[in-house]
């Protein structure tokens, strides 16, 4: 039922978005046809805009766009004359999903053990040094890390390829670049977590029962100190599935976070309005499986 | 619902979650790796069409030069016309009518020959004013072009463009147009496949096999990933293509194009914007480096509906206190020469006039003429320019300096984002604006057309019928040196004694390959470089 419920309120609200993306986009000034090089007359502009019925009221357009949505059509791109916004996600889609896959497995896979150490060992040398790692993580940014690693890995050690998209050796230096930030973060979270719960009543209770430690951490523990970062984790997870412009500029990998930013540079409308919505409906499906999981996770969560 | 139940769901629903990432993951992963190709070139931005006639970028047009061929082609080193779909050509006496004769063994890649009908196609689809050709102006030059291309005329059997046979085309020119073979030879009038357009439409280019007019086919298009051609086997000159597969990659950023070069995973880089800045000082220095001088303008214009730039001598002043020669040798720093006329030189039968020199005593007495004296009471003005693309602003900063230090004015940066300085400039909302203009044939007229009076580029709000008039009798001149001062005199008036621009230096860049590894590039001032005779050593 509260399954249900939920989906039946994102249809309302992907609307909403779409709406307002629609008309958002509008508001800039500049149109898809503005160059460096006028059209020769005034009429080859007039035939553009016609093609792409920008010549149309907005609620008019707006309305079609609807239609041609509802039969899975996104329209076409200004930009991009020969493919349409459906080609465009067709294309880059997997290849972000991957990427983002990826990197979430990487920031979870550091993060999480990183997070309950460094809480295990509060105070000591481990937590400082742990601590100062998940900072640098999170202060230094993509743009800075990306062309490190190339540097480093790629052209002195020569471990990995600089760019592209191609085999698995290919994917290693992205996945790092776009999860250390994350990575960083979910320590960060997981040791707050940590510290709470481990002085709970409930675990003071364990003990006094004569758990070993590992059973009291891992066991009881664990479950209600991951929670910050399974809800973290939802809106991350969109975030990083729906493709990064600065690793995928830096790596030259064709996915769709590059067409992002750049649509609304081109003016690109419907694409733009294309990909926001596909970001919408992975940010809301997530947060429906995060809700979901708590649920699982915390016997104290209940939705009925 | 209860919570177990719900658990169990959700169990379940991560399971599959878990399994269809693996299985993308697993997917991509195992992407079955493409047999690398014989040469492999970072081309640039990711092209917008590979329509002749709905593009205008210079990467696009080099990949559509590769598949399909106009009835002249550019030669590999000098990127002058030379004989392409047509073997030959008869020009009438005026030099207003060619007819143009097909090559016989002339082809689509799947076998159809290349007809006069598919040259007429062609042509009439650019001035189509449904297709909306941005180009379509370089066609104005024909009988009744640009009449058909705004709707004036829809009888398309009135353009000077008709068959006379199967193997034969006659075009008749408005005026004796010296460049026409050059123009023939330009991205937006390759000849296209009409079977292909008529079956699939806009999609004609996703809809594979592609028939090409050159010497590749299209194999591979794969969005900001990669496009893979392959030699056309039924090319008329393909006993001349002398590599088979041929890898163009885009890409934007110029340090990730030298570290796939560096690391050898491309072998030629060839656009002018992919040599990064911060390091071509030490890149100069390298052998397959590869500096070249590009038909290309950097410049700025005035507004000269405004005040006080409606005054030439203010518009001068401002010319001529630039220390041109600082801004090529601190901040450009590729090798451009400063520019004291628009038009670069070394195009053929042509040289520019001089134009207004750095001269700042001369500049601090017309200002103090047009009633400025020592840049007093000279209102505040906004140097407009767009965030994209290298220099801009440092220039924009330099300019600032040298005319608050030489003429004591004062001027604000204005910077927009790149729609938003072109809807700025076409409206004339600016008062100084950073321009550039790069031709797109081999002719004067390329750039000086522009400033036109009616001319949709111009503006700058500056309309001169003594320019004009200049243009129209250049066009209408059969002779090259008579014509050239018509030109010239033309020019003259635009960077001299008018100034409703200012030229600041002519563009050149770098393109990296190793000549060791790499024959058939050629460095031109086109930057054209047909793939056909470009292979691996």
Request: aromatic share 12%; net charge neutral; hydrophobic share 45%.
């Amino acid at each position: 039922m509260f399954i249900l419920k939920r989906l039946a309120y994102m249809l309302p609200m992907l609307a909403l978005i779409s709406f307002l993306a629609f008309m958002l986009v509008r508001l800039a000034p500049g149109g898809p046809f503005d160059r460096e090089r006028t059209p020769a007359s005034p009429e080859i502009e007039r035939a553009l805009n016609a093609k792409y019925h920008l010549d149309e009221p907005l609620w008019q357009q707006y309305v079609r766009y609807l239609g041609d949505l509802v039969r899975g059509d996104f329209g076409p791109s200004t930009k991009y004359r020969n493919h349409t916004v459906n080609d465009i996600i067709a294309q880059g889609l997997p290849i972000s999903l991957s990427l983002g896959a990826l990197a979430f497995c990487f920031a979870m896979g550091v993060g999480i053990p990183l997070g309950v150490w460094t809480a295990l060992r509060r105070g000591r040398w481990q937590d400082y040094l742990g601590g100062l790692a998940a900072l640098m993580a999170i202060c230094v940014p993509g743009l800075v890390i990306g062309p490190l690693l190339t540097m480093l890995f790629a052209i002195e050690l020569k471990w990995f390829p600089v760019a592209l998209w191609e085999s698995s050796w290919h994917f290693v230096l992205p996945t790092i670049t776009l999860g250390l930030y994350f990575a960083g973060r979910i320590a960060r979270l997981m040791r707050e977590g940590m510290l709470n719960t481990l002085h709970a009543e409930f675990i003071t209770t364990a003990r006094a029962k004569g758990l070993g430690e590992g059973a009291v951490v891992w066991k009881h523990a664990f479950r209600l100190a991951v929670l910050p970062v399974v809800s973290y984790s939802g809106p991350l997870l969109a975030d990083l599935l729906t493709g990064s412009f600065v690793v995928e500029s830096i790596f030259q990998i064709p996915g769709i976070g590059v067409f992002l930013v750049n649509s609304f540079q081109n003016r690109d409308y419907l694409m733009l309005v294309g990909l926001v919505l596909l970001y919408a409906v992975l940010l809301l499906g997530l947060n429906l499986i995060v809700d979901i999981a708590y649920s699982v996770l915390d016997p104290r969560v209940r939705y009925e | 619902m209860s919570v177990f139940k719900l658990r169990r769901q959700a169990g379940r629903l991560s399971y599959k979650v878990a399994f269809v990432a693996i299985l993308v993951l697993t997917f991509t992963a195992c992407v079955q790796k493409e047999p690398p190709a014989d040469l492999v070139i970072i081309n640039g931005p990711e092209p917008e069409s590979l329509d002749p006639a709905l593009t205008t970028g210079q990467a696009d047009g080099r990949i559509i030069l590769s598949l399909f061929e106009g009835l002249t082609r550019y030669k590999a080193d000098t990127a002058l016309p030379e004989p392409g779909l047509a073997e030959r050509w008869d020009i009438s006496e005026d030099g207003r009518t060619y007819i143009f004769y097909l090559r016989t063994n002339a082809v689509w890649s799947a076998g159809e020959p290349i007809a006069a009908e598919d040259v007429v196609y062609s042509w009439r689809r650019i001035l189509d004013p449904a297709i909306a050709c941005e180009y379509s102006s370089l066609l104005f030059y024909i009988k009744n072009g640009e009449e058909f291309a705004i709707g004036k005329i829809k009888d398309p059997s009135l353009l000077g463009l008709r068959a006379l046979d199967a193997q034969t085309v006659q075009v008749n020119l408005n005026n004796p147009t010296p460049f026409f073979l050059d123009i023939c030879a330009y991205p937006t009038l390759c000849i296209v496949p009409r079977h292909a357009i008529n079956k699939s439409g806009d999609r004609w280019l996703t809809a594979y096999p592609v028939p090409s007019s050159g010497a590749y086919e299209l194999e591979t298009w794969r969005l900001n990933d990669k496009i893979r051609v392959r030699k056309n086997p039924r090319y008329w000159d393909a006993a001349n293509t002398r590599s088979s597969v041929v890898d163009l990659l885009p890409c934007l950023s110029a340090s990730t194009a030298l570290n796939l070069y560096e690391t050898g995973q491309a072998d030629i880089v060839w656009d002018k914007e992919l040599a990064p800045t911060e390091l071509i000082d030490i890149l100069k220095k390298r052998p397959d480096f590869h500096g070249f001088d590009y038909l290309g303008t950097y410049f700025f214009r005035f507004n000269v509906t405004r005040k006080p730039f409606d005054d030439v001598r203010v518009r001068k002043a401002l010319a001529m206190a630039i220390d041109k020669e600082r801004i090529v040798g601190k901040i450009t720093r590729a090798g451009e020469k400063v520019a004291h006329s628009l038009v670069p030189p070394g195009l053929p039968d042509y040289a520019s006039p001089p134009g207004l020199e750095y001269d700042p005593a001369e500049a601090r007495r017309l200002l103090a003429e047009a009633g400025f004296p020592g840049g007093n009471n000279f209102p505040l003005f906004h140097y407009l320019y767009n965030n994209t693309g290298r220099n801009h602003e440092q220039i924009a900063v330099e300019l600032q300096e040298m005319w608050r230090r030489e003429l004591g004015i004062h001027m604000e940066l204005r910077k927009l984002e790149w729609k938003v300085y072109f809807r700025a400039q076409n409206m004339l909302d600016y008062d100084l604006c950073r321009s550039s203009w790069i031709g797109d044939y081999n002719d004067a007229s390329t750039f000086l057309d522009v400033f036109l009076s009616n001319n949709g580029n111009n503006r700058t709000g500056w309309k001169n019928t003594q320019y004009d008039s200049l243009l129209r009798r250049a066009n209408a001149q059969r002779d090259v040196a008579e014509r050239a001062k018509l030109l010239q005199a033309a020019e003259k008036l635009l960077v001299r004694d008018e100034a409703p621009i200012v030229p600041v230096y002519i563009y050149a860049g770098f393109e990296y390959y190793d000549t060791n590894k790499i024959e058939g590039v050629f460095s031109n001032m086109r930057s054209e470089h047909p793939l056909r005779t470009i292979r691996k050593k």
